[in-house]
């Protein structure tokens, strides 16, 4: 079965779908509700021999070296930088939108 993989646009969020025929294609983000794009499609197999991007399986190391940056939820609304570059503590109540 193919796979698809959707990438929002607004957060980056990306979003593997199994393609099951029936099921209509997700238009939102999960996490933001922004623009779903979708991207190539690629057997499994070849995805992990290409060490194809799964945020799942990214270490904190690679997320800062790829220029990204990864927030930890510390539960009272805040996030704490956990790799990357990018203000330490991040308060969801400032964020612009
Ligand atoms: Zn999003």
């Known amino acids: 079965m193919p796979i698809f993989e959707y990438r929002c646009d607004a957060c980056g969020e990306i979003l593997e779908v199994l393609a ?4 209509p294609e ?6 933001c509700e922004g623009a779903l794009a979708r991207m190539m499609s690629l057997p499994a197999d070849l995805k992990r021999m290409d060490g ?4 799942d399986n990214f270490s904190d190391s690679e997320i800062a070296s790829k220029g990204l940056t990864k ?4 539960g009272d609304g805040t996030y704490e930088k956990a790799a990357g570059s990018g203000p330490k503590i991040m308060d969801r109540n400032k ?3």
């Not at 099951?20 to 099921?23: A, I, Q, T, V």
């Not at 194809?52 to 945020?55: G, L, N, P």
């Not at 927030?71 to 510390?74: D, I, L």
Request: glycine share 10%; charged share 25%; net charge positive.
């Open 26 to 31: 997700p238009t939102k983000c999960p996490v």
């Open 52 to 55: 194809f991007f799964h945020k």
């Open 20 to 23: 099951r025929g029936s099921e």
């Open 71 to 74: 927030y930890v939820n510390r």
């Open 95 to 97: 964020l612009p939108g």
